[in-house]
């Protein structure tokens, strides 16, 4: 059957937007209303007549109201095939009326969990009669229409208007495939919440990953593939995708990739001095902090002025004008702030099509997460690299120890390593970037190209010395030779922060000490693949 005609309709939402204008459209068309508790008030309230469904069913509701529609003739008048005699003749016999429209909202349990509720509140806020009336009509769509969402309530009336009363088989589909869809992602949030807060379990022996309100990008890395923005369905979500766009085009899938790497390091300078970071296809091109803003951007730009076009800009505070103007004389994509003054928006509106976000505080970078990346036949899954070391931590292994300066830098050197591509060498002084060198088959490699953009800096603004004399380097793993560290050294580094952990360690430091270096070992590594 194409057409199916809604004669009776069965409503329970923890969510009562749009309840009433739903509940007055159906009424109009002479479509009998079942309810349960709060659902069936707010209909009343709405002046509209409705079935209690303990007279449907004739059983009260009972058990707190854990058992309400649990009940044969609630399943018997969803699951019925219509157009099976066995069927029809078993409705006839236990007096089971025909369900033809399910309106179905579930418990609050992410909202439950994320306002810090006590475990017993959280169990009872998991929905059980929701889902199994929700999975029953989505079941039988053939003659049932489910709706889920409030969104979708404007779209019924619509159909039942242009069906005189009666929805179609594609219309039906449509919010079947909808429904299945919010039970999966209900029951993600729920093992989720058993696996990871309930009981500790780091990696539980079946992974649900769910997401919602897809935003269709226009296309993903290249333009010939399809892509989507999902946020998660779990609570406390908040990074780049929870953004404000306050102004610019769409944000591509490129964009938001790049502006999560920025935010990411970002975060790394949270209530500290004013710091700036630039990114360019993920990873950072320049890193600065100063005392004010406009100083961190000049500094952190200087590091690689030729990446920095068309790049990503983050700050750690509210963005003023003046840093805004200085932002807006080179092509920027995207810029994120925790907030922005009015006169920084003024600024930036002559740049009709960059991209403005704002992300009110920023996402805590020691947070634990799960980490998933797709591979051919399986999901490779690991916690976030979100662990951290202060000064304490480091062990001096040259004969020279670093000076204060060197130190500082070297921590803020490993700082921004940890958000490079590896391999990843990033030379720093005085709070500054001097040139970073990421993703290449070999550390030398990247030792020698960082130099050189630190190189090509100082011929573009006229320095006497490339800035990477005097400063410190750090690597994201250890020195598999000495040729990485001494490229460091001919750039003029004088100290140096690694992992250690070589079979050539002994190789590595001698070299160390023969060049003058001083030289930490972090007994950590950050590879980011």
């Given amino acids: 059957m194409t057409h199916i005609a809604i004669r009776r309709a069965l409503l329970s939402v923890s969510d009562k937007e749009g309840l009433a204008q739903l509940g007055q459209a159906l009424a109009s068309r002479g479509v009998e209303l079942v309810s349960t508790g709060g659902t069936a008030k707010a209909l009343r309230d709405a002046g509209l007549e409705v079935r209690?469904?303990?007279?449907?069913?004739?059983?009260?509701?009972?058990?707190?109201?854990?058992?309400?529609?649990?009940?044969?003739?609630?399943?018997?008048?969803?699951?019925?095939?219509?157009?099976?005699?066995?069927?029809?003749?078993?409705?006839?016999?236990?007096?089971?009326?025909?369900?033809?429209?399910?309106?179905?909202?579930l418990y609050p349990f992410e909202a439950t969990v994320a306002k810090g509720a006590e475990r017993a509140e959280v169990i009872e806020n998991i929905d059980i009669g929701g889902p199994s009336m929700?999975?029953?009509?989505?079941?039988?769509?053939?003659?049932?229409?489910?709706?889920?969402?409030?969104?979708?309530?404007?779209?019924?009336?619509?159909?039942?208007?242009?069906?005189?009363?009666a929805t179609s088989l594609g219309f039906r589909k449509k919010m079947a495939a909808k429904a299945f869809a919010a039970t999966a992602a209900y029951d993600a949030m729920i093992s989720q919440w058993f696996a990871f807060a309930d009981q500790q379990q780091q990696f539980p022996?079946?992974?649900?990953?769910?997401?919602?309100?897809?935003?269709?990008?226009?296309?993903?890395?290249?333009?010939?593939?399809?892509?989507?923005?999902?946020?998660?369905?779990?609570?406390?979500?908040?990074?780049?995708?929870?953004?404000?766009?306050?102004?610019?085009?769409?944000?591509?899938?490129?964009?938001?990739?790049?502006?999560?790497?920025a935010l990411e390091l970002c975060a790394e300078f949270a209530g500290e001095e004013p710091a700036v970071v630039i990114?360019?296809?993920?990873?950072?091109?320049?890193?600065?902090?100063?005392?004010?803003?406009?100083?961190?951007?000049?500094?952190?730009?200087?590091?690689?002025?030729?990446?920095?076009?068309?790049?990503?800009?983050?700050v750690n505070r509210e963005l003023d004008g003046e840093t805004a103007r200085a932002i807006c004389e080179i092509f920027t994509e995207v810029v994120i702030a925790p907030s922005v003054t009015d006169e920084a928006r003024e600024a930036f509106a002559k740049k009709k099509n960059l991209r403005l976000l704002t992300v009110g505080d920023l996402p805590d970078p020691r947070r634990g997460a799960l980490t998933v990346k797709p591979i051919t036949g399986g999901l490779l899954v690991q916690g976030r690299d979100n662990a951290t070391i202060s000064a304490d931590d480091l062990k001096v292994v040259t004969k020279r120890e670093p000076s204060e300066q060197e130190l500082k830098d070297c921590l803020f050197a490993w700082t921004v390593a940890r958000h490079v591509k590896s391999n990843a060498i990033v030379y720093a002084k005085d709070g500054a970037t001097a040139g970073i060198g990421a993703g290449q088959m070999n550390r030398r490699d990247?030792?020698?190209?960082?130099?050189?953009?630190?190189?090509?800096?100082?011929?573009?603004?006229?320095?006497?010395?490339?800035?990477t004399v005097g400063s410190a380097v750090a690597s994201d793993a250890f020195f598999p030779f000495a040729d990485g560290l001494l490229a460091a050294a001919e750039a003029g580094a004088t100290a140096v922060i690694q992992p250690g952990g070589s079979i050539r360690d002994d190789e590595v430091i001698a070299a160390a000490d023969e060049a003058g270096l001083a030289m930490v070992f972090t007994g950590m590594r950050h590879f980011r693949h």
């Fill in 205 to 261: 022996d079946y992974l649900s990953v769910g997401g919602k309100a897809p935003t269709v990008l226009r296309y993903g890395e290249n333009p010939h593939q399809q892509a989507a923005l999902y946020t998660p369905t779990g609570p406390h979500a908040h990074g780049i995708a929870q953004a404000e766009q306050l102004q610019g085009k769409e944000l591509s899938y490129n964009n938001y990739n790049d502006a999560d790497a």
């Fill in 52 to 105: 209690d469904i303990s007279d449907l069913t004739g059983f009260p509701e009972m058990m707190d109201g854990r058992v309400k529609t649990l009940h044969p003739k609630v399943h018997g008048g969803l699951l019925a095939l219509r157009d099976n005699e066995q069927h029809v003749a078993s409705m006839e016999e236990h007096e089971i009326g025909a369900i033809d429209l399910v309106v179905v909202n």
């Fill in 134 to 165: 929700v999975r029953s009509a989505a079941k039988n769509h053939q003659f049932v229409t489910i709706v889920t969402d409030p969104a979708d309530y404007p779209a019924l009336v619509e159909e039942l208007e242009g069906g005189k009363g």
């Fill in 446 to 467: 990247s030792s020698r190209i960082a130099a050189i953009k630190a190189a090509e800096a100082a011929e573009k603004y006229g320095w006497d010395t490339a800035r």
């Fill in 279 to 314: 990114v360019k296809h993920a990873n950072p091109c320049g890193v600065a902090q100063r005392g004010t803003l406009i100083d961190a951007w000049n500094e952190a730009l200087a590091c690689d002025s030729v990446s920095a076009f068309g790049g990503i800009v983050a």
